[in-house]
T-cell receptor, first 117, second 111 residues
Framework: GENVEQHPSTLSVQEGDSAVIKCTYS??????FPWYKQELGKGPQLIID?????GEKKDQRIAVTLNKTAKHFSLHITETQPEDSAVYFC????????????????FGKGTKLSVKP | EPEVTQTPSHQVTQMGQEVILRCVPI?????FYWYRQILGQKVEFLVS????????KSEIFDDQFSVERPDGSNFTLKIRSTKLEDSAMYFC?????????FGPGTRLLVL
């Protein structure tokens, strides 16, 4: 089955700096890669996602890149702010639009990002 | 903006008791999921549900677990006889296609 590895487990940056979190996946059939932000005591909130037919996607200060050959994808946060401090999870899945299954998400272990003012 | 809601937010129970965790998915979504997160660990898939039946389940989802959509809006997870190791945050999620939206979770503590 799919296995997702995420690094680093903790990341501390100064406000205004960039942060990069990297994930690798094992199943070449995976074709959908979301990133979630989890604040203390809350559920995971989707911040950006990418599908395997795209190499890069950007949304304001957040970008995700995907290298299908190497089976890795990365989250890039520019101009970090203290409110970016949270745990970030990458995930991978291979949704199937037949058989009633949308594919379960396999999560990485998370990266605790701290942005120091 | 529509969101997934879950009740209760916290549940404390004695080992061996039954618990039911409730979720209201986003109204036009057809795919529903339960995940759990043991404190400090990653989120783990339990089960997915579509068209009133289980689509997929993980090895965690054994005979002690069941899911149900009792009406047009609620989606429930039942644990028949709770164990200490069931203590975790339980998240419900729903999707229209592949993008899954998570609820705020129920923190379950089994004593």
């Amino acid at each position: 089955g799919e296995n997702v590895e995420q690094h680093p487990s903790t990341l501390s940056v100064q406000e205004g700096d960039s942060a990069v979190i990297k994930c690798t996946y094992s199943d070449s059939a995976s074709n959908y890669f979301p990133w979630y932000k989890q604040e203390l005591g809350k559920g995971p909130q989707l911040i950006i996602d990418i599908r395997s037919n795209v190499g890069e996607k950007k949304d304001q200060r957040i970008a995700v890149t995907l290298n299908k050959t190497a089976k890795h994808f990365s989250l890039h946060i520019t101009e970090t702010q203290p409110e970016d401090s949270a745990v970030y999870f990458c995930a991978a899945t291979s949704p199937a639009y037949y058989g009633g299954s949308q594919g379960n998400l396999i999560f990485g272990k998370g990266t605790k990002l701290s942005v120091k003012p | 903006e529509p969101e997934v809601t879950q009740t209760p937010s916290h549940q404390v129970t004695q080992m061996g008791q039954e618990v039911i965790l409730r979720c209201v998915p986003i109204s036009n979504h057809l795919y529903f999921y339960w995940y759990r997160q043991i404190l400090g660990q990653k989120v783990e898939f339990l089960v997915s549900f579509y068209n009133n039946e289980i689509s997929e389940k993980s090895e965690i989802f054994d005979d002690q677990f069941s899911v149900e959509r009792p009406d047009g809006s609620n989606f429930t997870l039942k644990i028949r006889s709770t164990k200490l190791e069931d203590s975790a945050m339980y998240f419900c999620a729903s999707s229209e296609f592949e993008t899954q939206y998570f609820g705020p979770g129920t923190r379950l503590l089994v004593l």
